[in-house]
């Protein structure tokens, strides 16, 4: 049973298009994060909700917006997809804010062409 | 600024040989230190964590890490690596509640 699940696992799409991404994790845990690895691997967080409460915004442009209709869950919608926005999103999660190792999704490889 | 580094963005190893990878961060407040690694295709997988007490920390597949507070570093050891262990290697801490900052990862190659 999948601790940290997100779908869909591949996403291809063309400019100009909407896109969801879903996560979902059966931990019990309070805290989940949206984190973009672009092609260099390097790692930035976009968002992070606690109990179902926005608790970070990184500079994101605001086509990204999070929603989490419950602690298990927290989704990502892009609205008018760019080249730029290819890259892999991974979904994670902890026992509360901070302290506390994650736990990551497999993640979302996006490609936008 | 509170930051991770990561010294080296590659480290190529013969197997069974040992492997250190290294990782400095900068903060003056107090932080929490964390290495995860990365095999192709996947997300990240917590390997060991500092949050107090103990400065040698153990984690899963025979990896330690040394926490050290006057160097501000927390570098990751192995004695003896395997091919298995070839994957991406990120250093991470989280400086306040809410995030972790990641270092920009170190790539491990193990080679027969």
């Known amino acids: 049973d999948t601790a940290v699940s997100q779908t869909p696992k591949y996403l291809v799409t063309q400019m100009g298009n909407d896109k969801s991404i879903k996560c979902e994790q059966n931990l019990g845990h309070d805290t989940m994060y949206w984190y973009k690895q672009d092609s260099k691997k390097f790692l930035k967080i976009m968002f992070s909700?606690?109990?179902?409460?926005?608790?970070i915004n990184e500079t994101v442009p605001n086509r990204f917006s999070p929603k989490s209709p419950d602690k298990a869950h927290l989704n990502l919608h892009i609205n008018s997809l760019e080249l730029g926005d290819s890259a892999v999103y991974f979904c994670?999660?902890?026992?509360?804010?901070?302290?506390?190792?994650?736990?990551f999704g497999s993640g979302t490889r996006l490609t936008v062409v | 600024a509170q930051s991770v580094t990561q010294l080296d963005s590659q480290v190529p190893v013969f197997e069974e040989a040992p492997v250190e990878l290294r990782c400095n961060y900068s903060s003056s407040v107090s932080v929490y230190l964390f290495w995860y690694v990365q095999y192709p295709n996947q997300g990240l997988q917590l390997l060991l964590k500092y949050l107090s007490g103990s400065t040698l920390v153990k984690g899963i597949n025979g990896f330690e890490a040394e926490f050290n507070k006057s160097q501000t570093s927390f570098h990751l050891r192995k004695p003896s690596v395997h091919i298995s262990d070839t994957a991406e290697y990120f250093c991470?801490?989280?400086?306040?509640?809410?995030?972790?900052?990641f270092g920009d990862g170190t790539t491990l190659t193990v080679k027969p």
């Open positions: 991470a801490a989280s400086f306040n509640a809410g995030k972790s900052t």
């Open positions: 909700y606690n109990n179902k409460e926005l608790i």
């Open positions: 994670a999660s902890s026992p509360q804010p901070g302290h506390y190792g994650y736990t």
